[in-house]
């Protein structure tokens, strides 16, 4: 299947700090990619919908000034977590589809302490 | 709205055997697109399986199979000779459209399956 990458694998910060996770695919372009969030033991949530070259879509109940995403090629988009508390620590993950399938990244764990 | 309903949190299998992971789902969209999802304990999710719902056929991958009764509103994935390796948590998604890629997905809650040596 097509791949997509995520970097860092595992992040720690101090409270108030920001994060940025990278998302890139990597044998295909996508103007579209999606942002997960899970937490223990719970399915994922979409947090929003990365287009290329244009803002992002957000779910409803997802701060966009506090998840940031900049999708500025059609091969990475990023999500910035602004002033991070330690609510916000969750696995993220991000998807892309080359066709009709989408294909997730290994996915982001962050603690923020 | 789309909703998916796994009613299985947890299944204990003897290896070998096969299993069926349940999966129903509620869409008042004529087009879709249904998949199953592997996540073991690393986090990562693998795309196993996906069915069409114009497909006339069941998807088939490997020891992997969909049972797909669309008057039913059901998608449940079979796993033949199951394996140590199958324990993971498996997720049934849906798409609106099933033939564009970047619809965003529905997931259930996720079935938890442990293999038995």
């Known amino acids: 299947g097509a791949v997509v990458s995520q970097h860092p694998s595992w992040v720690i910060c101090k409270s108030g700090t920001s994060v940025k996770i990278e998302c890139r695919s990597l044998d295909f372009q996508a103007t579209t990619m999606f942002w997960y969030r899970q937490f223990p033991k719970q399915s994922l949530m979409l947090m929003a919908t990365?287009?290329?070259?244009?803002?992002?879509?957000?779910e409803q109940g997802v701060e966009k000034d506090k998840f940031l995403i900049n999708h500025a090629s059609l091969t990475l988009s990023t999500l910035t977590v602004t002033s991070a508390h330690p609510e916000d620590s969750s696995f993220y993950i991000c998807s892309a589809a080359p066709q009709e399938t989408q294909y997730f990244g290994p996915g982001t764990r962050l603690l923020v302490l | 709205a789309q909703k998916i309903t796994q009613t299985q949190p947890g299944m204990f299998v003897q290896e070998k055997e096969a299993v069926t992971l349940d999966c129903t789902y509620d869409?008042?969209?004529?087009?879709?697109?249904l998949f199953w999802y592997k996540q073991p304990s690393s986090g990562e999710m693998i795309f196993l399986i996906y069915q069409g719902s114009y497909d006339e056929q069941n998807a088939t991958e490997g020891r992997y199979s969909l049972n797909f009764q669309k008057a039913r509103k059901s998608a449940n994935l079979v796993i033949s000779a199951s394996q140590l390796g199958d324990s993971a948590m498996y997720f049934c998604a849906m798409r609106d459209d099933p033939n564009f890629g970047n619809e965003k997905l529905t997931f259930g809650t996720g079935t938890r399956l442990t293999i038995i040596p």
């Open positions: 869409t008042s969209d004529q087009s879709y697109g």
């Open positions: 990365s287009n290329e070259g244009s803002k992002a879509t957000y």
